[in-house]
Nanobody
Framework: VQLQASGGGLVQAGGSLRLSCAAS????????MAWFRQAPGKEREIVAA????????YYSDSVKGRFTISRDNAENTVFLQMNSLKPEDTAVYYC?????????????????WGQGTLVTVSS
């Protein structure tokens, strides 16, 4: 399985970006997926996660109400809509997939990782 993340870039505070993560190799329609991020000098942290059925989602407290995770199982793609961006959202964002239908919040629970896409929010 290969995950290809895209959509990062430079945006001013208060702006929006939409990240995409396309999976290839096999369908991930039965796998939970998530977005993590890692800022310079910090550990990788979960941002949002979604079950394969899309009926359940998880958001970290720092992004709740501003970010939305979604997926298109037919297209084998997961999205992260990021609104009201803040400078502290600056990080490399990674998409990840687990072998389970249910998501976890730890990076060790994910088996497949994308290459990361850089999001920079200027103040």
């Amino acid at each position: 399985v290969q995950l290809q993340a895209s959509g990062g870039g430079l945006v001013q505070a208060g702006g929006s970006l939409r990240l995409s993560c396309a999976a290839s190799g096999r369908t991930l329609s039965r796998n939970a997926m998530a977005w993590f991020r890692q800022a310079p000098g910090k550990e990788r942290e979960i941002v949002a996660a979604i079950t394969w059925s899309t009926k359940s989602t998880y958001y970290s407290d720092s992004v709740k109400g501003r970010f939305t995770i979604s997926r298109d199982n037919a297209e084998n793609t997961v999205f992260l809509q990021m609104n009201s961006l803040k400078p502290e959202d600056t990080a490399v964002y990674y998409c990840a997939a687990t072998s389970s239908a249910w998501y976890g919040v730890l990076s060790s629970e994910y088996d497949y990782w994308g290459q990361g896409t850089l999001v920079t929010v200027s103040s």
